[in-house]
């Protein structure tokens, strides 16, 4: 069988790619090494922010909007939770780059956010110890997704609409021929397709070696949080910069637990296995403690973690492109820890290209010629 659109990694993107081209009546052939959602890519843990007032840069924001809008529909098709409208709280020193962009965004878009000052954040809630001088920026109509549950509904979705799903099989390498692309499997099987679509998250480069794509263990962390920090009592997920440009993420607490990251830093690693547990370094259990003392003091200690991956970009910028001997190729690679966001409307950007259309925001800003790399097969 000859394919329309052969997905590469069907996490995040790859599963809404798989879903709304299968959706738009292609054949569509999704392949996977794991049975997602899972635990070996970057999806798993439970939830994941989005906001719309972006402090990476204003040129963000109609992607997260119209992935925002991706999102509200699966959770109605799917009939399953998806996301929660819980708010975001952005908070940084004033004049960080971090909160102007995030500001700019706000005055750009006409986003329904508010801009406070130290004093109004720890008015509003008060177990964030905002310091005199910095600014908060809340986005009310923001929140957090629950990101196995959007991954296993796109799956399942996808499967519904006529997706062929390969799973616990990894694709070993890419053919390129005239018209048609083929995709070998490690059992030795090739799959022919019309497009093909790469997400294969952190480990890419075993595919497209050229891809200037590091790996990096992250880590987070759950911790005992009792009063004024739970959803139902208005506490909102929320991104922190400090001075020292540090960032720290986190979530409203679920049964008296508040998960909590750091954004930056971690170790590199090469391959899966490098990935090692929460806890394995020493450094795990310290990550956060110091930002937990001086921004949320009520948080306790912590009650358990897990690792997970990032696949970084050198400027922590997407990066969404083809392949240049072979314009049927796709890749979506370095989201850089803050693309599951996007997933939704990154895969339907997918899809667009399988069917040969247009997408309806420009992605310009995430192609490859911004780096010095020779693009190869």
Known sequence: MTYDLIVVGSGSVGAAASFYAAKAGLKVLAIDSGHPPHDIGSHHGSTRIIRHAYGEGSDYVPLVLRAQALWDELARESQTEIFHRAGVLNLAPDGAGFIANAVASTQKYALP?????????????????APDGWVGVYEPQAGYLLSENAVGAYVQLAEKAGCTQLFGQPATGIKHAAELVEVVTADG???????????????????????????????????????????EEGFPAFVVQLPDKTQYYGFPAIANELKVGRHDAGQPIETHEQRLPFGEFAEDSTEVSGFLRGILPGVGASLRGAACTYDMSPDEDFIVDTLPENRNVMFISGLSGHGFKFASALGEAAACFAAGKEFG??????????????MRP
């Not at 956010?113 to 110890?129: D, H, T």
């Not at 992605?363 to 790399?373: G, K, N, P």
């Open 113 to 129: 956010c508010q801009v406070l000052s130290a004093a109004e954040v720890r008015a509003k809630w008060p177990g964030v110890a």
């Open 361 to 374: 925001v420009d992605l310009s800003r995430f192609r490859m010629s911004r780096f010095a790399v020779k």
């Open 189 to 231: 099987q090739r799959h022919r397709g019309r497009k093909v679509l790469i997400s294969a998250g952190t480990w890419v480069k075993k595919l497209l070696p050229f891809l200037p794509v590091n790996p990096v263990r992250k880590i987070f962390s759950w911790h005992r949080a009792e009063g004024g920090y739970r959803e």
